[in-house]
């Protein structure tokens, strides 16, 4: 009988280790974790700062006292690309002899950011001459006719 209690004993000792041994590793763990994600959060919060600093620049660029162009020549999208330019719309809407329109995509990009891939593909159709004009007129039985 003496042997049964002294394996209990040590079975008893071998969970109270293990159990020790576990929560110790949680324990670690957990402070680990909790400064992983102290940091994390300081650096989202970082990179969200420079994303709304970027769309601030973006739309308040044509007011700069530097900026090139006139301001109501151009047009916000900001999506794929930040700006159309009709450069030359105020000359033509004054009838002023010879003027034209020329079209410029522009997108604005601030620090080390680079062109997405669908702005790239935009650079590269404008590059290629594949764009165009079209008219879209609703009839009246709500159809739509593309010329």
């Not at 660029?61 to 794929?80: A, C, W």
């Not at 680079?114 to 001459?129: D, M, S, W």
């Amino acid at each position: 009988m003496n042997i049964d209690w002294i394996i209990i004993a040590g079975l008893i000792l071998v969970i109270v280790f293990l159990l020790w041994a576990f929560t110790s590793k949680i324990k670690q763990l957990n402070i680990y974790y909790a400064s992983s994600l102290k940091a994390e959060r300081a650096d989202a919060v970082k990179k969200s700062k420079s994303v709304i600093r970027g769309q601030i620049s973006e739309q308040m660029l044509p007011i700069f006292p530097d900026f090139p162009y006139d301001i109501s020549e151009v047009k916000f999208l900001g999506n794929p690309v930040d700006f159309i330019l009709f450069k030359g719309m105020g000359k033509v809407a004054q009838n002023i002899e010879g003027a034209e329109i020329e079209v410029v995509i522009a997108e604005v990009k601030t620090g080390n950011a680079q062109p997405t891939k669908i702005q790239r593909a935009v650079r590269k159709a404008l590059k290629e001459g594949r764009f165009r004009f079209e008219q879209w007129r609703v009839n009246e039985n709500r159809s739509i006719t593309i010329k």
